[in-house]
């Protein structure tokens, strides 16, 4: 694992444990010399991560859309900022140069983005590993909601459990490196040949 995508908050939160975890985790990728692929911000959870890795030696790339540089949020100290165009575009491109992706905590756009990946990789669009790293069982909820789109038939169990949750950064590193699919194919399969017994004849 050469480069790992990281979202998180553009704050910091409320909890200065949630700090704590970003410069854990950043100091650990500089010492793996592991690339830190980011959202390119200076300010809050993502400041703080890009920073401890910086400050460890290591690599950091930011993405960032013009319209959030024009808000005079980029962080000018990393090793190499790309401006990009839209939202989507950033996505796009921190898809394309990381080998995985973490979610610390964050709000609405580390939802979006981690959820999109998830996504893609449902859809057979990637095959890269997707990872909530934990404080103070933070993305517990989130889990217990995915846990009840599986009983309520919303989610293959397959999918709910190709991910990883937890506060243990050596298990996390470890998972990633050892990360094997799930049977995405096979779980397309299964939706290809249900849709076909419902589409009408002459269709």
Known sequence: MKSLCVYCGS?????????????????RLAQEHITLVYGGGNVGLMGIVAD?????????VGVIPEQLVNWEVAHKGVTRLEVVDSMHTRKARMFELADGFVALPGGFGTLDEMFEMLTWRQLGLGRKPCAFFDSNGFWDPLMAMLDTMVRERFLHPEQRNDMW???????????????VPAQADKWLDEKRRSALKTTPEGA
């Open 11 to 27: 704050n910091a939160g409320g909890d200065p444990a949630y700090a704590t975890l970003a410069r854990t985790l950043g100091a």
């Open 52 to 60: 401890a890795v910086l400050e460890g030696g290591g690599e950091v």
């Open 165 to 179: 949750q937890g506060n243990d950064l050596d298990a996390l590193l470890a998972w990633m490196r050892d990360y």
